[in-house]
């Protein structure tokens, strides 16, 4: 599997993890953030730091359903892709339309998450 299909996998993964609910979704991104650091900028001006703050977000309200658009990775250097789409999803009736780019890190063989954001659109 090329880098490219490896961090789109592991984006798609963790949307799938959030309609599963609290539990799911905190378990999949204990596994994926990066434990050396890691940032979300999330819309709200909600600027996350601190791993276990991050980790409850994550596991807050379900997704009822989502879609990414037209996924895209970048490779600024061997050991970090940037992976680049757009999201609409719903949740409790209302619609969440944003831009997304996510960094991912390699660390012993492995993709973490070191920074997400989500612009509204």
Do not use: K
Not at 14 to 24: F, I
Not at 33 to 54: H, K, Y
């Amino acid at each position: 599997m090329d880098v490219a299909d490896e961090v789109i996998g592991l984006e798609g993964s963790g949307w799938q993890a959030l309609p599963a609910g609290g539990r799911a979704a905190r378990a999949f991104y204990e596994e994926i953030l990066n434990s050396r650091s890691v940032v979300m900028l999330l819309p709200g001006e909600m600027l996350l730091t601190d791993r276990e703050q991050i980790l409850d977000a994550m596991s807050g309200a379900p997704w009822s359903s989502y879609e990414l658009e037209q996924p895209r990775v970048l490779q600024p250097a061997p050991d970090a892709a940037v992976v680049v789409y757009g999201v609409v999803a719903e949740r409790d009736g209302s619609s969440y339309s944003v831009l997304v780019a996510s960094l991912y890190v390699r660390r012993d063989a492995c993709w973490r998450l070191a920074l997400h954001q989500q612009t509204p659109r």
